[in-house]
């Protein structure tokens, strides 16, 4: 019997800074690029930090250590922003999607919370979605990535 806590959400369409990094540890790269251009901009004051979310991309493959990392922001859409290489950084629109969502503690739980989640798609009446996979990261930035709390969203079709 799984057990798993699931809920059914739907994102709204949003704007977002987008952040990548490649190699072996890429999330640690993409974090670096995200912290660096969202505190000058204001992003991560106060209470009402803005959302972040990431995942990876491309996803690892046997034989190899690298692979691709990608964070998002939601920024502003009414807002300009400085882009292009000198910045590290593209401004996407994401169109949003319904989905499962679970929450897990501490990076090292990912793998086998995503693994759950999966099982409990397959398991369930719904059918999965072709939108993004996403993992959104909760509470405070400063936080050691073994102390942070994530939403792992998976996708389900409409």
Not at 31 to 51: H, T, V
Not at 61 to 71: D, H, L, T
Not at 103 to 129: K, M, Y
Request: some cysteine; proline content about 9%; hydrophobic content about 40%.
């Amino acid at each position: 019997m799984n057990t798993l806590d699931v809920r059914l959400v739907t994102l709204a369409p949003m704007r977002v800074a987008s952040f990548y990094g490649f190699g072996p540890s890429p999330e640690f790269v993409a974090w670096e690029k995200l912290m660096a251009w969202s505190r000058p901009n204001g992003l991560l004051d106060g209470p009402a930090q803005a959302r972040i979310f990431g995942f990876n991309n491309p996803n690892p493959s046997a034989g190899s250590p690298n692979y691709g990392y990608e964070f998002w922001i939601e920024v502003d859409p009414q807002r300009k922003f400085e882009v292009g290489e000198k910045a590290d950084v593209k401004i996407l629109d994401f169109d949003g999607g319904r989905y499962a969502v679970t929450r897990c503690q501490g990076v090292e739980a990912i793998p086998a919370t995503w693994q759950s989640l999966v099982h409990w798609l397959a398991d369930s009446s719904h059918q999965p979605g072709s939108h993004q996979w996403l993992e959104e990261h909760l509470g405070p930035v400063d936080a050691p990535p073994e102390g942070w709390a994530l939403d792992l969203y998976a996708p389900i079709a409409a």
